[in-house]
């Protein structure tokens, strides 16, 4: 089940430092997060109404985290491979 409005990303952990610093991880989140959903990595929660990052594979990873920086690298990603000029 994906963590709702409420979820932190949790203490920094060994690859959110890495790629994003020990203050990076939250910001990088709201900036996904802000303006538009995007399908693969938000949905919408109708409490706070506003987007949030989808979890559902969570437990997969050591902390939520770790988690959390890989949805976000991979969006880079493919941000990146499939939008190289936004």
């Known amino acids: 089940m994906p963590l709702c409005c409420r979820a932190a990303p949790g203490p920094p952990c060994y690859a959110s430092v890495l790629v994003f610093g020990t203050d990076g991880l939250a910001a990088e989140i709201e900036r996904a997060e802000a303006?538009?959903?995007?399908?693969?990595?938000?949905?919408?929660?109708?409490?706070?109404?506003?987007?949030?990052?989808?979890?559902?594979?969570?437990?997969?990873?050591?902390?939520?985290?770790?988690?959390?920086?890989?949805?976000?690298?991979?969006?880079?990603?493919?941000?990146?491979a499939c939008f190289p000029s936004i």
């Open 35 to 80: 303006g538009a959903l995007s399908p693969c990595f938000t949905a919408w929660c109708g409490r706070c109404d506003r987007a949030y990052m989808l979890n559902t594979d969570a437990g997969a990873f050591p902390c939520l985290s770790a988690y959390r920086t890989h949805q976000l690298v991979l969006r880079r990603r493919l941000e990146e």
